[in-house]
């Protein structure tokens, strides 16, 4: 039996009509530029992460681009954020004119190293970049904390609907940072029919400039204050966006679901490490990601059968050559090399069926003689 890592089609298939109205209703208005649509998704995305302001762009790079600009991040500046991500995070940091300054990673929860962060900081930092990877939020509190007066931008590419317990209170992804950011491309938990992205801020004077950035540096048409970006969130994206908006949670808990049911389905086999959750954090599972040994050979496995996985991801940052200019070596960021060799994603979407699901667990087993 085939399993996809990710089947956009079956989702497609339970919201077609609804989305189908959406885009017609924007193609109806011949209103295709911001308008209602989008000014409505920012409302609705920043009530989901319980912040004051949303500000649509193009896509989850410029939503970071746009955040770093924001702060004040100029040439000369240092940013500190994680090696172990997707490239975007520290190519935002190359292309305002700063340099990524990396540190290492927490090996069970993949996310950045608080302690760490706050070891790298020095008069040079400008801001401090922390992803939220594979679906659950990075220790934020923790990440201020030790940040002090460095402002923290929160990569929330692959959390938008996750949330974490600090002081007893519930905390959005988006929310903690000076900014929080989104991905709307297809393959995120809530993804587009295209790109696009999002930032979220408490700050007023934050927001503003956020709004400007996004729109050639101006608020009012033909007058520009600073030189920014053509960074419109689509206004036929908005519209998918807000028609897949209602069904995001239960999408979430059926990644849940089926991450509880892979964590038993692993739970004797010693070679597989399932993904540790902290107890503060509930996941939303933009990946379902094991570690093993001889990963790639199961890879291989996995192909053969007609079963989708990835690995997110296979050469660190640092070690990147268009970042050789940075001077970093191989070891310098053990954690983080250690899991680029070790990770595999395992299909987890939620229209996935118990026998797709028994079938991956199956394979997976079979290599480790289960």
């Known amino acids: ?46 009530a989901l992460s ?10 989850g790079t410029d939503a970071i681009l746009i955040a770093l600009r924001a702060l004040g991040v100029v040439p000369g500046d240092e940013v500190v954020t994680t090696p172990f991500t997707f490239f975007a995070t520290a190519g935002a940091v190359h292309n305002v004119g700063a340099r990524p300054v990396f540190v290492d990673i927490d090996p069970r929860t993949f996310n950045i190293d608080p302690a760490a962060v706050g070891a790298a900081i020095n008069g040079q930092t400008k801001a401090v970049i922390a992803v939220d990877l594979f679906g659950q939020m990075a220790a934020i509190e923790q990440i201020v904390a030790t940040a002090g007066r460095v402002p923290v931008i929160e990569d929330a590419a692959q959390t938008i609907g996750a949330s974490r317990v600090i002081d007893g209170k519930r905390v959005m992804a988006g929310e903690a940072g000076a900014i929080g950011t989104f991905s709307f491309f297809p393959s995120k938990n809530l993804g587009g029919y295209g790109d696009g992205g999002m930032a979220v801020t408490q700050d007023d004077v934050l927001f503003d400039q956020l709004m400007k950035l996004r729109t050639h540096g101006g608020r009012k048409t033909y007058y520009h204050e600073i030189v920014g970006y053509n960074s419109r969130l689509d206004a036929l994206q908005a519209a998918v966006l807000r028609a897949k908006l209602p069904h995001l949670e239960g999408w979430s808990a059926g990644r849940r679901r089926n991450a509880a049911y892979y964590d038993a389905a692993f739970a004797d086999v010693p070679e597989i490490v399932t993904p540790y959750i902290d107890p503060a954090n509930t996941s939303i599972y933009n990946q379902y990601t094991i570690r093993v040994p001889r990963r790639d050979q199961l890879q291989e496995q996995l192909k053969a059968r007609g079963i989708g996985s990835s690995v997110y991801y296979p050469l660190p940052l640092h070690l990147q050559p268009c970042f050789a200019y940075l001077g970093y070596r191989e070891g310098q960021f053990p954690e983080s090399e250690r899991a680029a060799h070790e990770v595999l994603s395992l299909p987890i979407y939620p229209e996935l069926s118990t026998a797709q699901l028994d079938e991956v667990i199956g394979v997976v087993r079979a290599f480790f003689g289960r």
């Open 1 to 46: 039996m085939a399993v996809p890592l990710l089947d956009l089609k079956a989702q497609h298939a339970t919201i077609r009509d609804d989305v189908v109205a959406a885009l017609m209703a924007v193609v109806d208005s011949q209103t295709f530029i911001l308008g209602e649509p989008v000014s409505d998704l920012e409302r609705e995305v920043a």
């Open 50 to 59: 319980q912040t004051r302001h949303a500000v649509g762009c193009a896509n």
